[in-house]
């Protein structure tokens, strides 16, 4: 389905640094995303990508400005509402994997499933597991724990649990951060395909221009402040 997936107009908001001090750490951005497109986000630490990702990942709502996803103005949904369609349209993936060490790999991967909204029998949760880990060549490895992984696996099966809910959209924050260099490179080749082949619309923040120019739009962000490339 093509079209405006989400769009931000003049979006701010602000963290609370003391008794009388705020800071902005989203500055009026204005974007519009299109469905089936993949964006990176660039900048330092501290320039306001993660506080960026939140608002759009449905995980902050304490903002001003307009957010507009899929045709729903988030201001106004409730807090159960916007959990609804962050559960049902949007996949996470992290830096830090955030597995959970005594489930093992398939486990791990049916969180999402169980704590989505959609309702699958038990079969069809083990087929679209077993789906997901063959995606990111990780099949064999369904009953490891995450300890007995490398890096590189725990971020594909980290992915693996984020693409199972088939989302609208994918944000990885610095998916290729904690890993080396060739490890990164093999972890992003996975995730760029699979977003390719489903569609998926891709939000990507990293610090790496390298990283960055495998997205079709390259964006910087600075002191909460959005530019285009």
Same mark, same amino acid.
């Given at each position: 389905?093509?079209?405006?997936? %989400?769009? =931000? ?7 609370? %640094? ?15 995303? +299109?469905?089936?497109? #993949? ?14 990702? #939140? ?5 902050? #709502? ?9 045709? #729903? ?32 790999? !398939? /486990? ?13 029998? &038990?079969?069809?949760?083990? !087929? ?12 064999? &490895?369904?009953? /490891?724990?995450?300890? &007995?992984?490398?890096?590189? /696996? ?7 649990? !984020?693409?199972?809910? &088939?989302? /609208?959209?994918? +944000? ?5 951060? !904690? ?14 395909? =699979? ?35």
């Amino acid at each position: 389905m093509s079209g405006v997936l %989400l769009e =931000l107009e003049d979006v701010t908001a602000k963290v609370q %640094l003391g008794r009388r001090q705020l800071l902005t750490t989203v500055d009026s951005v204005s974007l519009e995303i +299109i469905r089936g497109t #993949s964006h990176a986000i660039v900048g330092k630490s501290g320039s306001g990508k993660t506080s960026l990702i #939140s608002i759009l990942g449905l995980l902050n #709502s304490d903002f001003t400005g307009r957010y507009s996803y899929a045709g #729903s103005d988030v201001g106004r949904l409730s807090d159960r509402q916007r959990s609804k369609l962050r559960g049902s349209h949007i996949g996470f993936v992290f830096q830090n994997y955030s597995l959970i060490r005594h489930l093992n790999v !398939a /486990e791990n991967v049916d969180l999402s499933l169980r704590y989505s909204n959609e309702k699958l029998s &038990r079969r069809q949760r083990f !087929a679209r597991i077993t789906q997901a880990l063959e995606d990111v060549g990780l099949a064999d &490895r369904r009953k /490891e724990y995450p300890g &007995r992984l490398s890096g590189g /696996e725990q971020q594909r099966v980290a992915i693996a649990r !984020a693409l199972v809910l &088939r989302p /609208e959209l994918l +944000i990885c924050d610095e998916p290729t951060g !904690a890993l080396d260099t060739d490890t990164g490179k093999h972890v992003l080749s996975v995730l760029m395909e =699979l977003v390719r082949s489903s569609r998926t619309t891709l939000v990507l923040v990293t610090h790496d221009s390298e990283v960055a120019a495998h997205c079709e739009n390259v964006m910087h962000m600075d002191s909460g402040r959005l530019t285009h490339a």
